[in-house]
């Protein structure tokens, strides 16, 4: 079954404007992962947050995570684009073995 | 260069004829898994190994087998492939609960 849900499916934006990526989540988590993906290529690790973690910054990106809610938002600032790609969130289960567990992704698309 | 391969990358079968899509690491991580990508479903898991002898089943495990005899190597046996095993499969690997890598997926067409 799928744990993360990403909200929007798809989001186009103009080169230089933020990009807000949400996701959410039904049961407790040890971390959450967001993922990159280029069409039809492997996937690639963006950011990993922990569930006592609150926010992170890597680069132009910030993901926060709300454990209350079971929701994570990634916002990319100032999109270019190559950033134009599908975006995943995973979790990984408090005490599961499992691993992650994928959303179904957001396509983001960065016009020049 | 630390890496996860797979091969084939692109294969085209028929039904029924057994296939396997090996993967391969070199990190030395514990845990691998296998996931297959369809349009609108995301990434599912197939399989996953926490480690040498240790699989266990993921969401999809149906018409698939996997076996991990040594730490680097994470073998998906289609025994009887059937066209809705039509999909991109992904292998990754990790340490413990840890950041993935993705091999280069493997797309597999069964006629």
């Known amino acids: 079954s799928q744990q993360g849900e990403e909200d929007p499916q798809a989001l186009s934006i103009q080169e230089g404007e933020n990009a807000t990526m949400n996701c959410s989540y039904k049961?407790?988590?040890?971390?959450l992962q967001w993922y990159r993906q280029n069409s039809g290529r492997g996937l690639v690790h963006l950011i990993l947050?922990?569930?006592?973690?609150r926010e992170k910054h890597s680069g132009r990106l910030r993901v926060t995570l709300d454990t209350s809610k079971k929701s994570s938002s990634l916002l990319i600032t100032a999109s270019r684009a190559a950033d134009t790609a599908s975006y995943f969130c995973?979790?990984?289960?408090?005490?599961?073995?499992?691993?992650?567990?994928f959303g179904s992704g957001t396509q983001l698309t960065v016009l020049p | 260069e630390a890496q996860v391969t797979q091969n084939p990358r692109y294969l085209i079968t028929v039904t029924g004829k057994k296939l396997t899509v090996t993967c391969s690491q070199n990190?030395?991580?514990?845990?691998m898994s296998w996931y297959r990508q369809d349009p609108g479903l995301g990434l599912r898991q197939i399989y996953y190994?926490?480690?040498?002898?240790?699989?266990d089943k993921g969401d999809v495990p149906e018409g698939y087998k996997v076996s991990r005899k040594e730490k680097r190597n994470f073998p998906l046996i289609l025994e009887s492939p059937s066209p809705n095993q039509t999909s991109l499969y992904f292998c990754?690997?990790?340490?413990?609960?840890?950041?993935?890598?993705f091999g280069p997926g493997t797309r597999l067409t069964v006629t």
């Open positions: 947050i922990r569930s006592n973690e």
């Open positions: 990754a690997s990790s340490l413990q609960q840890g950041e993935q890598y």
């Open positions: 995973a979790t990984v289960h408090s005490g599961s073995a499992r691993q992650l567990t």
């Open positions: 049961t407790s988590i040890n971390n």
């Open positions: 190994s926490m480690n040498v002898e240790v699989t």
């Open positions: 990190m030395n991580h514990e845990y």
